[in-house]
């Protein structure tokens, strides 16, 4: 018998996602599972692999997430979304808006008429220690990069992000594929970070490229959405509720948050949509 999988993507950030049932009948290490299935060539293809877990006591569903080079993320942004799409279309949770667990904490999606997914994305992370991010101070930290000083913003949405602001003539994305690998790795992140070169168009609206811990360049990443925006709320540059343009698509954050009060939720609406399902051959 063969492994079903469906697939799935919110802005181009696409995931495997596997039934509970199904994860049942692996043997080897999920790790290993999410390499070869994640693998665009020898596998379905995919920026992660997603599992629910119906064994929960603190929330109504829980999942397993793996990127693609089999490591563990404590949140991605636009998995949640998928992932919620596909449990209230599965009947593994019965309401709209319902609590997921994950390694970031208890997040709460709701599924919208429109079909798109609200999430909270629960409160930012400031705190250079729970980042985690080593300097003592993480607004305007400057940052030596090869032939570049970068300033920019530690932020956490439950996983680690550096948020960097550039001018309106640089290329994000060439910014985010030459120097994302290397910011991703520097000291100042123990966990590695993910890497978000942003420009701002106007004061509710910004274009985002992002080197994703794990993954590498993604057409989309939801938490770093909701990071870059935080960030730019406390640096004065955007208003609370923005437009986020990234290469697969446009997500909206808003936040409620300044800097005399961040202690405010950031909610992501966006996409969710299926690509297939299908049966693989049980080679795993």
Same mark, same amino acid.
Request: hydrophobic share 40%; proline share 5%.
């Given at each position: 018998?063969?492994?079903?999988? %469906?697939?799935?993507?919110?802005?181009?950030?696409?995931?495997?996602?596997?039934?509970?049932?199904?994860?049942?009948?692996?043997?080897?290490?999920?790790?290993?599972?999410?390499?070869?299935?994640?693998?665009?060539?020898?596998g !379905?293809?995919?920026?992660?692999?997603?599992?629910?877990?119906?064994?929960?006591?603190?929330?109504?569903?829980?999942?397993?997430?793996?990127?693609?080079?089999?490591?563990?993320?404590?949140?991605?942004?636009?998995?949640?979304?998928?992932?919620?799409?596909y449990v209230?279309?599965?009947?593994? !949770?019965?309401?709209?808006?319902?609590? !997921?667990?994950?390694?970031?904490?208890?997040?709460?999606?709701?599924?919208?008429?429109?079909?798109?997914?609200?999430?909270?994305m629960?409160?930012?992370?400031?705190? @250079?220690?729970?980042?985690?991010?080593?300097?003592?101070?993480?607004?305007?930290?400057?940052?030596?990069?090869?032939?570049?000083?970068?300033?920019?913003?530690?932020?956490?949405?439950?996983?680690?992000?550096?948020?960097?602001?550039?001018? @309106?003539?640089?290329?994000?994305?060439?910014?985010?594929?030459?120097?994302?690998?290397?910011?991703? %790795?520097?000291?100042?992140? @123990?966990?590695? %970070?993910?890497?978000e070169? !942003?420009?701002?168009?106007?004061?509710?609206?910004?274009?985002?490229?992002?080197?994703?811990?794990?993954?590498?360049?993604?057409?989309?990443?939801? %938490?770093?959405?909701?990071?870059?925006?935080?960030?730019?709320?406390?640096?004065?540059?955007?208003?609370?509720?923005?437009? /986020?343009?990234?290469?697969?698509? /446009?997500?909206?954050?808003?936040?409620?948050g300044?800097?005399?009060?961040?202690?405010?939720? /950031?909610?992501?609406?966006?996409?969710?949509?299926?690509?297939?399902?299908?049966?693989?051959?049980?080679?795993?």
């Amino acid at each position: 018998m063969g492994i079903k999988v %469906t697939k799935m993507q919110g802005c181009g950030n696409d995931f495997v996602i596997l039934d509970y049932d199904e994860f049942k009948k692996i043997n080897i290490k999920m790790s290993e599972v999410a390499k070869r299935l994640c693998d665009r060539h020898f596998g !379905v293809g995919a920026d992660g692999l997603i599992i629910p877990n119906t064994n929960v006591d603190n929330a109504d569903i829980g999942w397993y997430f793996y990127n693609s080079d089999g490591t563990t993320a404590q949140m991605c942004g636009n998995g949640i979304r998928c992932f919620s799409k596909y449990v209230y279309d599965k009947g593994l !949770v019965q309401k709209p808006e319902f609590t !997921v667990s994950t390694l970031a904490g208890i997040i709460k999606p709701r599924l919208l008429e429109n079909g798109r997914v609200m999430v909270n994305m629960s409160k930012p992370i400031l705190e @250079p220690d729970k980042i985690p991010f080593v300097p003592a101070n993480n607004l305007k930290y400057k940052m030596s990069v090869k032939n570049m000083i970068f300033e920019g913003n530690a932020v956490s949405m439950g996983n680690p992000h550096f948020i960097i602001f550039v001018s @309106p003539e640089d290329d994000t994305l060439a910014f985010a594929k030459e120097y994302g690998p290397i910011i991703e %790795t520097s000291c100042e992140f @123990p966990e590695k %970070t993910n890497v978000e070169f !942003v420009k701002i168009k106007s004061y509710r609206k910004i274009e985002l490229r992002v080197w994703e811990r794990g993954c590498g360049i993604t057409l989309a990443c939801g %938490t770093g959405a909701s990071a870059a925006v935080v960030a730019g709320v406390l640096n004065g540059y955007i208003e609370n509720s923005v437009d /986020v343009e990234l290469l697969g698509g /446009v997500v909206h954050i808003d936040w409620a948050g300044s800097i005399n009060n961040p202690n405010q939720d /950031v909610y992501m609406t966006g996409p969710a949509e299926y690509v297939f399902e299908a049966e693989l051959e049980p080679k795993i």
